[in-house]
């Protein structure tokens, strides 16, 4: 879209860098992706720390940083209180004066994008990177109550989202889900996308593997990411095979998995690496023999596609998006969510391949991740942000 002229596209997300989780590093890509496009783009987000609202001048974007306060029940994650954030939202659309408005959930910066939009008769791209009921471990009420919480919220996204000309979310089941429980009419299901380039060996490249067989698992250390379970597994597997794991992240789950790995005796089997770099992370990929995530609330897992763009066989939980990634047998295996004795089924019998099988199922791997190149996101998002109301999607493998 070259001869079109370029565009002023504001993104409101409440999460993003330094925070660490896929709707995050999705929101950064966007904004890289759409200024090497040649557009302006600027991010609205919740500072990470107290302070007041602050601008930063950054490569991918200019970064509008909206003043928040640390949530009781969570490490990280930051409130924008509406009385604050609602009006500085209308001053930064009045300033900035976008094309479009590109919000990434309906919760606080999210939805005072939304209001702002409306007000101002701007249009609006509306992504949806999360399901309600993530929320359930940061609530401390019964769960009587968290139901209540999430069909409030369900209601509230298809109440809000449903403003903007076009909603998405990475994968047809998210779409097919909030069509259900959101009440949308229509939700495209359109890839977060992966730069499977960077990933994938490079010619001539020779890194490595670990001097033991090694399951990677690459996410936050939080409780929806049951990285007890593979932990559990570890212990659970063949004595025979030596398999170790490399768990990469860092989160409020970490003490409790150090000791958990202790108690079993596991020392010498679980690395924890906490944060990596992006060159680190990508040797780790490279390095590793299979890639596993036991999660139960992934909407896609970048981190899944970015293992397997570059070449590796993969084992995921059979819940959410998780099973779209996984053709059984041929590229990795499914387990049975929380499951760690079938989890370690599924590890026993794919370290007893060999290595030329896993070298074919990493193929295979690779071969369904290209189909979710980035390239093929970014020109959907924009072509959405010039005006039009769909995109085929039939260039994603899902």
Known sequence: MSELKPLTVLIAADTYPPDV???????????????????????????????????EHREEA????????????????????????????????????????????HYMIGKAAILAAEAARVRLIATNHF???????FLPFPQW????????????????????????????????????KGGFDQVLPLSNGIDVNYYSPRPGEAIPAREKPTVLFVGRLAVEKNVDVLIDAVAKTDPALQITAEIVGDGEQRDRLRQQAADLGLEGRILFRGHIDDAALREAYLAADVFCQPGTAELQSLVSLEAMSAGKPVVLADALALPHLVVEGENGYLFEPYNSDHLAQQLNKIFSASPV????????????????????TMASYEALYYGNDWVDTYQFDW
């Not at 890509?29 to 500072?47: E, P």
């Not at 509406?82 to 990434?104: N, Y």
């Not at 989202?161 to 994968?171: L, W």
Request: with cysteine; glycine share 6%; proline share 8%.
């Open 21 to 55: 989780n896929g709707a995050a590093v999705f929101g950064y890509r966007l904004a890289k992706h759409m200024s090497a496009r040649g557009h302006q783009v600027h991010i609205a987000a919740a500072r990470p720390g107290p302070g007041p609202d602050t601008v």
């Open 357 to 376: 099988e896993r070298a074919a199922m990493g193929a295979v791997s690779r071969e369904k991740a290209n189909q979710h190149a980035i390239g093929k």
């Open 145 to 180: 109550f968290k139901n209540i919480v999430s069909r409030n919220s369900w209601r509230d996204m298809g109440r809000l989202m449903g403003k903007a000309s076009v909603v998405t979310t990475p994968t047809p089941l998210a779409a097919e889900t909030m069509k259900a």
């Open 131 to 137: 399901m309600p009921e993530n929320l359930d471990p």
């Open 62 to 105: 200019t970064i509008h940083r909206f003043r928040s306060f640390k949530a009781p029940t969570h490490e990280y994650f930051r409130l924008c209180l509406p009385q604050l954030v609602e009006p500085a939202m209308r001053r930064l659309v009045s300033q900035v004066q976008p094309d479009v408005i590109h919000v990434q959930c």
